[in-house]
């Protein structure tokens, strides 16, 4: 039997992506701990798996800083496929992508040493941690045993790095050196859950895995059956933000759902019907809206799309991967780089459609480019066919379950090693 401790930044979308392999783990006899500081816990006792707490919370200055914020929601656009190209980045954009770097090095300075505290007593055989969560390799070179770094989409942009460079950034070292511990630059293996068509090179060991949609607990929506419906008089079009834009409203107030509220008014405008899936706090920011959309709040994402035909979004990696294991087209509306860039590979294997917000706040009409974009993907069949393959691409993959057996192989091979 081995022990694998789960670390997550201390946000739901960071979580979630990790839920699957950890019940598959468990599932195969081994036993599992998710370690996330109190923003997090509450979400991760809900997932069902054992739940603990440690560090505090440290809002990002990404979160309270409105012009930080600012920064990275109405940035100019980034080169194509930037993470391959770090050289291409001005400074402007490579200063952007270091701040986001310090602000997961503070996170994880508030977490890491009651994380060790953890370790030393549980003594797990491996940590698991996504990769904006740098305190789980902190933790692994402490306790002197594997950390596997789990994607949270496509691509991968080594956050510990420092942008347009091969060096980590010095917050990142600093986290080591504090502890006197090498630093860990480079994880004992990465998991990778996008599909070919959609992933950018990992230049680390890696393994790929199936993305398994994971979104939370919650009832299959009763607003059409379940099975043997006819087909709807009208395609339904799906609207959702994810979980992020309601803590830049902080900061920048309700201007950061114009996207949101624009997107849902635009399709509006068309013959279908409209489904909005958001949280209470988005709710209340975004106001009135139509009285013919249709809200489920906090409706796990992936039971809704089975119903839906499109989903417009904008292009988080877990909302962007639930529609494509969910095989609808995708009208990816972004605002900061990383989902600019899940959009564009979308958009490139010819699943999707990618509108650049910064793009349609100086056109004149974006309410009409909107419904053009949405009218082509329920219209022209080439689009549905692409996220079919998407879908297949995914399916296709080793699941969750296959993978355990290779996580577990290589605890054996560190023990041995020892």
Same mark, same amino acid.
């Given at each position: 039997?081995?022990?694998?401790?789960?670390?997550?930044?201390?946000?739901?979308?960071?979580?979630?992506?990790?839920?699957?392999?950890?019940?598959?783990?468990?599932?195969?006899?081994?036993?599992?701990?998710?370690?996330?500081?109190?923003?997090?816990?509450?979400?991760?006792?809900?997932?069902?798996?054992?739940?603990?707490?440690?560090?505090?919370?440290?809002?990002?200055?990404?979160?309270?800083?409105?012009?930080?914020?600012?920064?990275?929601?109405?940035?100019?656009?980034?080169?194509?496929?930037?993470?391959?190209?770090?050289?291409?980045?001005?400074?402007?954009?490579?200063?952007?992508?270091?701040?986001?770097?310090?602000?997961?090095?503070?996170?994880?300075?508030?977490?890491?040493?009651?994380?060790?505290?953890?370790?030393?007593?549980?003594?797990?055989?491996?940590?698991?941690?996504?990769?904006?969560?740098?305190?789980?390799?902190?933790?692994?070179?402490?306790?002197?045993?594997?950390?596997?770094?789990?994607?949270?989409?496509?691509?991968?942009?080594?956050?510990?790095?420092?942008?347009?460079?091969?060096?980590?950034?010095?917050?990142?070292?600093?986290?080591?050196?504090?502890?006197?511990?090498?630093?860990?630059?480079?994880?004992?293996?990465?998991?990778?859950?996008?599909?070919?068509?959609?992933?950018?090179?990992?230049?680390?060991?890696?393994?790929?895995?199936?993305?398994?949609?994971?979104?939370?607990?919650?009832?299959?929506?009763?607003?059409?059956?379940?099975?043997?419906?006819?087909?709807?008089?009208?395609?339904?079009?799906?609207?959702?933000?994810?979980?992020?834009?309601?803590?830049?409203?902080?900061?920048?107030?309700? /201007?950061? &759902?114009?996207?949101?509220? #624009? !997107?849902?008014?635009?399709?509006? $405008?068309?013959?279908? %019907?409209?489904?909005?899936? =958001?949280?209470?706090?988005?709710?209340?920011?975004?106001?009135?809206?139509?009285?013919?959309?249709?809200?489920?709040?906090?409706?796990?994402?992936?039971?809704?799309?089975?119903?839906?035909?499109?989903?417009?979004?904008?292009?988080?990696?877990?909302?962007?991967?639930?529609?494509?294991?969910?095989?609808?087209?995708?009208?990816?509306?972004?605002?900061?780089?990383?989902?600019?860039?899940?959009?564009?590979?979308?958009?490139?294997?010819?699943?999707?459609?990618?509108?650049?917000?910064?793009?349609?706040?100086?056109?004149?009409?974006?309410?009409?480019?909107?419904?053009?974009?949405?009218?082509?993907?329920?219209?022209?069949?080439?689009?549905?066919?692409?996220? /079919?393959? &998407?879908?297949?691409?995914? #399916? !296709?993959?080793?699941?969750?379950? $296959?993978?355990?057996? %290779?996580?577990?192989?290589? =605890?054996?091979?560190?023990?041995?090693?020892?």
């Amino acid at each position: 039997m081995t022990r694998l401790l789960f670390s997550p930044l201390a946000t739901p979308q960071h979580l979630y992506p990790m839920v699957p392999l950890a019940y598959a783990c468990r599932a195969a006899g081994h036993e599992v701990r998710i370690a996330g500081t109190p923003s997090i816990l509450a979400a991760i006792v809900h997932t069902g798996l054992p739940a603990v707490g440690v560090g505090r919370d440290v809002p990002p200055g990404s979160v309270t800083n409105g012009s930080i914020v600012s920064q990275i929601y109405d940035h100019r656009p980034f080169p194509a496929n930037w993470p391959l190209y770090p050289e291409r980045l001005d400074r402007e954009q490579r200063t952007m992508l270091d701040h986001l770097g310090q602000n997961s090095a503070v996170a994880a300075e508030a977490m890491a040493d009651d994380l060790v505290a953890f370790g030393r007593d549980w003594r797990p055989d491996v940590i698991v941690h996504d990769t904006a969560n740098f305190a789980g390799a902190v933790a692994a070179a402490v306790l002197d045993i594997p950390n596997l770094r789990h994607l949270t989409g496509v691509g991968l942009r080594p956050m510990e790095w420092q942008a347009g460079r091969r060096s980590p950034l010095p917050e990142y070292a600093e986290l080591f050196h504090r502890r006197g511990v090498p630093v860990r630059d480079v994880p004992t293996l990465t998991l990778d859950p996008s599909p070919p068509s959609l992933r950018l090179p990992v230049p680390t060991p890696y393994l790929d895995v199936r993305f398994v949609p994971y979104n939370g607990s919650g009832l299959v929506p009763t607003w059409r059956p379940e099975e043997g419906r006819p087909e709807p008089r009208r395609p339904t079009v799906c609207v959702t933000w994810g979980l992020s834009v309601a803590r830049a409203a902080l900061a920048m107030g309700r /201007a950061a &759902l114009d996207p949101y509220r #624009q !997107a849902v008014e635009a399709i509006c $405008d068309l013959d279908v %019907d409209v489904v909005v899936t =958001t949280t209470t706090a988005q709710l209340e920011l975004l106001g009135a809206l139509p009285e013919r959309v249709r809200v489920l709040e906090s409706a796990p994402l992936h039971l809704v799309l089975e119903f839906c035909d499109v989903i417009v979004h904008q292009a988080g990696d877990g909302t962007a991967l639930t529609a494509a294991a969910t095989g609808i087209p995708q009208l990816a509306i972004t605002r900061k780089p990383d989902p600019a860039l899940t959009g564009a590979r979308l958009e490139a294997v010819g699943a999707g459609i990618h509108l650049p917000y910064q793009r349609l706040a100086g056109e004149r009409d974006s309410r009409w480019t909107i419904t053009q974009a949405v009218t082509a993907l329920l219209g022209e069949p080439r689009y549905r066919e692409a996220a /079919a393959r &998407l879908r297949n691409e995914i #399916q !296709a993959q080793p699941s969750p379950a $296959d993978r355990v057996s %290779d996580l577990i192989g290589l =605890t054996t091979r560190q023990r041995v090693l020892e």
